[in-house]
């Protein structure tokens, strides 16, 4: 079978030819009979031995098909290791008609006249930054379909992330008010009141000391404070705002931490400090006393920036200690993404 | 037993409670027939009940004696997580005499007259800065003792790191020189070179993309091209320097990178891209067909800087996938640090 390159594309003119092509995998798009073939499309084919394609009577070999892909098309190299990978693993995935970047994936089996495609992909490279806001932008926009990221490491081997927005429900009861002495010490509090450090205890805030005796972050300072408790350093009492105030100088990020721990508490969850699993929070859906945390949050603003290795570090560990791995985007709401691994 | 407030420190007078405290786990240091206890020493024994300390006639509480070691000493309230940690684990934990900022760390059942010490432990906030040149700076000057970190996070919970250089010896031989031509497409390469492409596949350089053709990153075309291959871009032959230039245009270190690819290397390990994990490398001690990877390398400037959030999540996920964390700092030579997770 021949094709034959015509301006950006391979065109398949016999029709036989042309129509099987399509049948048979549902390559490119048939304009009247003449099969028009992406130059992602017609690699693979090439690469596969099931076209061949010409140029003024001459062979074009995968080499100068893709050295052409490079040229006309943005991320042609990555996009080419994604739709092989995906077509390899026997999936129908085509190159979305509204010039959308990114491939459509069908279900198994499934095929364009009779399924819609349950996935956009969308190809990557590892050294292409991380923007939470184009991610997110992503999962806005691509209606039905699901977000799947294709991330393509140095050496060409890929990770697949299933991306979606994420709502957590817990079963704990928030109390309204807290009362009782906190004491400021450095970059932590103390709670040496008795009766606070129970009532701390039964939530799940802070973490005993001693017996009766509460150590507490200062974000859960700020978030008991505002709830009624009192905060004194030295002999001064804090208010909310100058509580804030200095521990915003120990911890830049604090008000934005305190309001994903206010939303995270308000639904039922108990968010503890994820330190340990490189996160802000580690979060439990109930008593902890019974064991897993479930999730792991971490708190980013809208702009937040990073790079694919730092995220694929996160989601890895999360996977590791059977979490998940959740972005809290705090900008004037809260929006949850769910990054997780997958293999299509 | 009685101790009072003298200046910034707490001095026990009675002789023989003096005595007893300093022999009964080497609290503080005696002066004549006087003991003085540093403020985190002197809050230790108050809180364990083994100690008053008076001030005036009156009785100075935990709550007290560590607000006071707030305003006197930076970082006081983090070292005293510490230091109470590993002195509820039964260890002898001093403060050195010259000043240094950190604890000496006992072997076990060893004391001060009779041991020296095995570690200096350093204790350290979460939210403080994690700066190579002051972890690098601490392993260069503690002699013979080795390093220690107690990371307390916002919860007072503590991890241990162990710190120190280390070396890597591979068995694998590295080849003098390559031939061949390589096709620079985008931001990776392949090899179309029958040849090229089998001694690559031997030297587990590169990625096989189908029988006889291999996928390089461009660090490892640069590496290749300065052992004689060549690089082709389109038509046009890429001298090294031409190259490099390209190639820092889509990844900005790929010369720190590569820097620290050849050192080891030359060590006889193989290094492979470590981004599923996190890190630049994974690295292997021999054939990859036999398997593990025991190292992961990151490759990281003099000036580095980081949190010890992404740290921490760097070296669990290490430790869950069985490797060892490895930072390369490349500056005019190269040094490596491992960083490990320990229990005292």
Redesign the interface.
């Known amino acids: 079978m021949a094709g034959r390159i015509s301006g950006n594309e391979v065109v398949i003119d016999n029709p036989s030819e042309a129509i099987r092509n399509y049948n048979k995998g549902y390559f490119g798009r048939m304009v009247g009979e003449t099969l028009h073939l992406h130059l992602i499309e017609a690699s693979f084919l090439v ?1 596969i031995g099931r076209v061949e394609v010409e140029r003024d009577g001459k062979t074009v ?1 995968l ?1 100068e098909l ?2 052409m892909g ?1 040229k006309v098309h943005p ?4 996009s080419y290791l994604v739709f092989r990978d995906l077509r390899q693993r026997g999936y129908v995935v085509r190159i979305p008609q509204d010039g959308e970047d990114g491939f459509d994936l069908y279900p198994r089996g499934g095929a364009p006249h009779s399924h819609s495609p349950t996935y956009l992909v969308k190809a990557i ?3 292409s930054p991380f923007l939470i806001l184009r991610i997110s932008d992503w999962v806005n926009s691509i209606g039905k379909r699901k977000l799947m990221l294709g ?1 393509a ?5 890929l ?1 697949y992330y299933s991306v979606k927005f994420f709502r957590m429900r817990g079963k704990m009861k928030e109390e309204e008010s807290y009362e009782g002495n906190i ?1 400021v ?4 509090s ?1 709670v ?1 009141d008795e009766e606070l450090s129970k009532k701390l205890q039964e939530n799940f805030i ?2 005993t ?2 017996e009766n005796v509460v ?1 507490l ?3 859960e300072t700020a978030y008991l404070v505002e709830k009624g408790a009192t905060a004194m350093k ?1 002999n001064k009492k804090l208010s909310l705002k100058s509580f804030i105030k200095y521990a915003k100088k ?2 830049p990020d604090i008000e934005r931490r305190l309001y994903a721990y206010k939303d995270l508490r308000s639904s039922g969850l108990i968010p ?2 994820g ?6 929070f580690r979060v439990y859906r109930e008593h902890i006393g019974e064991g897993h945390a479930p999730y792991l949050v971490h708190v980013i603003p809208e702009n937040y920036k990073s790079t ?3 995220i ?3 989601v ?2 999360a996977n ?2 059977r979490k998940q791995m959740i972005f809290a985007i705090a900008g004037s709401g809260i929006d949850y993404i769910r990054i997780k691994r997958m293999t299509p």
Chains 1, 2 share one sequence.
């Open positions: 690469e070999t080499n893709m050295d490079i991320n042609f190299e990555i490279s590892e050294r991330i490491d140095e050496e060409g081997d990770t004491t010490m450095g970059d932590r103390m040496w802070g973490r000391f001693e150590q972050s200062l974000m030295g120990i911890q503890k400090t330190f340990k699993f490189g996160s802000h694919w290795t730092e694929s570090r996160a890895r560990l590791s200690v």
